[in-house]
């Protein structure tokens, strides 16, 4: 498919993930708005793309808070003109432990930007795209959202929370031009798991059958394809990004 002129937003777009799911949209033709918590990182996205000779521009958002989302959609619409694609990519992951360690706080953290923001997110891109009636959504969930996570049960709930939440609103708006994926990524090299040790990286990417962590790069190819017409035929569909480790 062609992506000139295709109006695309990504949330969470400072770093990691959304920042190279980001960067590969644009370097495909689309039209990109940038939008993350953090001013500073956004805007270093966007100097990527435009370096590269792409179109972005950033909008900040806390996706955990209503009034923010509902002023990054109207921003959006009025940079984009429209709003043919969305990638819910914020997101958080509480600290390992046990479950009857873990605080209130921590749990409504990550169930706030993690479930909610996406909720809330997810709910304004459909109001967007139900006046054009067309549209495809991204939500990036986890393997966390079809498995567990050891010791990270906020994260585990509020993924598998993600999942549901896309089956739901894919079998609402099949009808309506409107499809939602869900992409699960497993173990990726991120900025953050590279802070690690290298021998615990090492062990990870072992437990991988096919023996490396995946890259961002993974994640923002299958996000470009289930958001493209070469997957017109698929919503509701969680698409693991985990080298087989749900598998193993």
């Given at each position: 498919?062609?992506?000139?002129?295709?109006?695309?937003?990504?949330?969470?777009?400072?770093?990691?993930?959304?920042?190279?799911?980001?960067?590969?949209?644009?370097?495909?033709?689309?039209?990109?708005?940038?939008?993350?918590?953090?001013?500073?990182?956004?805007?270093?996205?966007?100097?990527?793309?435009?370096?590269?000779?792409?179109?972005?521009?950033?909008?900040?958002?806390?996706?955990?808070?209503?009034?923010?989302?509902?002023?990054?959609?109207?921003?959006?619409?009025?940079?984009?003109?429209?709003?043919?694609?969305?990638?819910?990519?914020?997101?958080?992951?509480?600290?390992?432990?046990?479950?009857?360690?873990?605080?209130?706080?921590?749990?409504?953290?990550?169930?706030?930007?993690?479930?909610?923001?996406?909720?809330?997110?997810?709910?304004?891109?459909?109001?967007?795209?139900?006046?054009?009636?067309?549209?495809?959504?991204v939500n990036i969930a986890s393997n966390a959202g079809v498995k567990n996570a050891p010791g990270m049960a906020a994260y585990t709930s509020a993924k598998h929370g993600v999942v549901g939440l896309t089956k739901n609103a894919a079998l609402q708006y099949a009808r309506r031009g409107i499809r939602v994926n869900a992409v699960c990524?497993?173990?990726?090299?991120?900025?953050?798991?590279?802070?690690?040790?290298?021998?615990?990286?090492?062990?990870?990417?072992?437990?991988?059958?096919?023996?490396?962590?995946?890259?961002?790069?993974?994640?923002?190819?299958?996000?470009?394809?289930?958001?493209?017409?070469?997957?017109?035929?698929?919503?509701?569909?969680?698409?693991?990004?985990?080298?087989?480790?749900?598998?193993?």
């Amino acid at each position: 498919m062609s992506w000139t002129d295709k109006g695309v937003m990504i949330t969470g777009a400072g770093s990691g993930i959304g920042r190279d799911t980001a960067v590969h949209l644009a370097a495909l033709g689309a039209r990109v708005v940038v939008s993350d918590l953090s001013e500073e990182t956004g805007a270093g996205t966007v100097e990527l793309i435009r370096a590269a000779g792409g179109t972005a521009d950033f909008v900040a958002c806390d996706v955990a808070d209503e009034g923010s989302v509902e002023e990054l959609l109207a921003r959006t619409v009025e940079l984009l003109g429209t709003l043919d694609h969305a990638v819910n990519n914020a997101g958080i992951a509480d600290h390992p432990g046990e479950l009857h360690e873990l605080s209130a706080e921590s749990w409504d953290r990550v169930v706030a930007v993690d479930l909610r923001g996406t909720f809330l997110c997810l709910r304004g891109e459909l109001r967007a795209m139900l006046g054009a009636g067309h549209g495809t959504i991204v939500n990036i969930a986890s393997n966390a959202g079809v498995k567990n996570a050891p010791g990270m049960a906020a994260y585990t709930s509020a993924k598998h929370g993600v999942v549901g939440l896309t089956k739901n609103a894919a079998l609402q708006y099949a009808r309506r031009g409107i499809r939602v994926n869900a992409v699960c990524p497993g173990t990726i090299a991120t900025p953050g798991i590279a802070s690690f040790p290298q021998e615990l990286q090492d062990t990870w990417a072992d437990m991988i059958p096919m023996g490396r962590m995946g890259t961002t790069a993974d994640v923002a190819k299958a996000t470009a394809y289930l958001l493209s017409e070469d997957s017109g035929f698929l919503t509701g569909v969680s698409l693991l990004v985990d080298g087989g480790l749900m598998y193993d």
